[in-house]
């Protein structure tokens, strides 16, 4: 059974002119983990500035537990918010920087210090209460943020890429930490972040965001396994795209041709005629390699192959000169399984791995040139 | 590895440039102003033995005990003036546009191209009886008769503001503009309104800033003589009056350093204070 616990209905920002949150509705449920996940100014940390209050938006409403806060100051939010920098008070202690919050509601003095004793101790910083800011590490300083939002007891949590200043592993410690404080409080959280890894680890819901428009929302997996658009198949995880064009449409299955190969794949919910140009999507670890006297799949040559441990990760050039990853599991008793470079190979899929999206009018940028924009922009 | 000093001549020059700077420049007059301080006065050689503390003695005469007291007051009326119009003159211009808040600087720094002297004696001309200040007043019909404006207590103060408030706002922007964002957003975020986050917030964080302005600009008022020469009239003293005073017209050189030294030593404690603050901050050895 879930409530809503805060809606966006038709909410919208520009800044100098430029629209950075476009008519946006969305609907966060009581309890839930919910990630907003995008590229750098795709409107993410505005909408949740929207939430905390901090920005106002030009239209639309903002709605808490039925309650329109649209107008309602940052202070009279019932929210909380950890912010990238942590932005702890520099002056003043970590006791005092939890604390905060519950002066300001002028708790009483026993009552305070219980809650902030109880706060620490949850995320394991009991010991640092009398120690300043500067004095601590970048993973305890935002202990003490997540520490300071939550003592208040919010009906939600705000989380602005709260590990992104934080190195890898100690990132990794932090998601798993973070999920247990929501599990443990029940409170919802709505994370910020451009970490598709992060966000499809923790969350229960993500909404995937481009230009201040949703691209998709749904569970990690459909996300993954069923992307919704160009863009969300290339933004979240690895992904190669074979070109198809429809042969033939049935009941429930099309024909379709990959590379002269004939193809009888799943009918896609959209709408398919015949001779239409078609993405075939295959995530990495959903391609097989097979030796090149095999009678299936798409010819080509491998031009790298990078061990990873667990996996075995080749690069293989198609016929066409487009470059497609695949991602196997080690087998060492397989003597087929090692290939070398420049060797020719075969490409192939099970049925029903495959998922298949229509070809866009705007069809987004390459991540090799979505890298080069994002050096131009620094 | 470390570097013989015929290794590194360059290094050399420089060291033994500061050094000689410091010792010949700073601690050797500084020595003397201490030893003048505790000899004997002396009208024909101005200074001679025996050594005695009857200068610090003096400095307690109740003559002059009052007007180190009034010269006091008007540099801590001077100093909050400053603080008053550069407080949130130094906070309006860390949030203008970047590249304006250099072309303000720019004109901020501007005056100190003229001679303080000259600026003060342009005041002159202001505040004098038939000035144009009064010719303002009289022309707008505000005041029948010319006010008195010059040679005041007010005179001074308002000469002192003028020449010393750059030096209040400078100390003052350079912490708004170091005041994160984030950290005031983090105050209304948890609770706090306007005012509790000026006072719980802001005011800590610019707390160093506000105590490097106003050491730049007490010590400073209470030393400037020539605005009281030129704008105060003979009641309106301050301690550097006296000091020149007795440098120059009563010839009593060890009262005169004594009377320095006192300066010296308020700002040595000033100066402590707002290493303290800063401490606090952890903005020293962090």
Known sequence: ?378 | MMLSIRQQPFRAAVLVLVWGWLLFLVLAPNLLVVGTSVMTRNPGTFISMPLNLDAYRQLFNPLYLEVFIHSLYMAAMTTLVCLLIGYPFAWALSRVEKRRQMLLIFLLIVPFWTNSLVRTYALKLILATNGLLNQGLMSLGIIDEPAQLLYTEGAVIVGLVYLLLPFMILPLYSVFDDLRQDVLLASHDLGAGRFATFKNVIVPLTLPGVLAGVMLVLLPAMGLFFVPDILGGSRNLLVGNVIKNQFLDARNWPFGAAASIMLTVAMALLMFAHRLSKRRLGEEGA
């Open chain 1, 1 to 378: 059974m879930t409530k809503t616990l805060l809606s966006l209905s038709g909410i919208s920002k520009q800044f100098d002119g430029k629209t950075v949150v476009d008519e946006l509705s969305l609907t966060i449920d009581d309890g839930e983990f919910i990630t907003l996940l995008g590229p750098s100014g795709c409107g993410k940390t505005t909408l949740l500035r929207m939430m905390a209050g901090f920005e106002l938006p030009d239209q639309g409403t903002v709605t808490l537990s039925g309650v329109d806060i649209t107008q309602t100051p940052p202070e009279e939010r019932p929210l909380n918010t950890v912010f990238q920098n942590y932005a702890l008070f520099p002056h003043m202690s970590v006791f005092d920087n939890v604390a905060y919050g519950l002066k300001m509601e002028k708790r009483p003095k026993a009552e305070i210090r219980e809650r902030v004793e109880e706060a620490l101790a949850m995320v394991q910083l009991e010991d640092f209460s009398r120690r300043k800011p500067h004095q601590l590490s970048g993973g305890q300083q935002q202990r003490v943020a997540i520490a300071r939002a939550v003592v208040k007891r919010p009906k939600m949590l705000l989380l602005d890429e709260p590990l992104s200043a934080l190195d890898y592993k100690l990132r990794r410690t932090m998601q798993v930490e973070l999920k247990r404080l929501q599990r443990e409080l029940g409170i919802t959280f709505v994370f910020v972040t451009h970490d598709q890894e992060e966000a499809l680890s923790m969350s229960d819901r993500i909404v995937v965001l481009k230009d201040g428009l949703i691209q998709q929302l749904g569970t990690p997996r459909e996300v993954y396994e069923r992307p919704a658009n160009v863009f969300t198949a290339r933004f979240v995880g690895q992904t190669n795209f074979f070109p198809g064009r429809v042969t033939g449409i049935e009941d429930k299955r099309i024909s379709v041709d990959v590379f002269g190969l004939n193809r009888v794949l799943g009918k896609p919910s959209f709408r398919v005629t015949t001779n239409q140009p078609l993405h075939v999507l295959l995530r990495p670890e959903d391609l097989r390699v097979l030796a090149p006297d095999d009678t299936e799949g798409v010819a080509g040559k491998i031009v790298e192959r990078n061990y990873k441990g667990s996996t075995l990760d080749s690069v293989i050039e198609l016929e066409d000169g487009s470059q497609v990853m695949a991602s196997e599991f080690f087998d060492e008793d397989d003597p087929a399984f090692d290939y070398s470079i420049g060797e020719p190979v075969r490409v192939s899929w099970v049925d029903g791995w495959e998922w298949l999206l229509a070809e866009e009018s705007d069809e987004p940028l390459t991540d090799e040139e979505e890298l080069a924009a994002d050096d131009a922009e620094h």
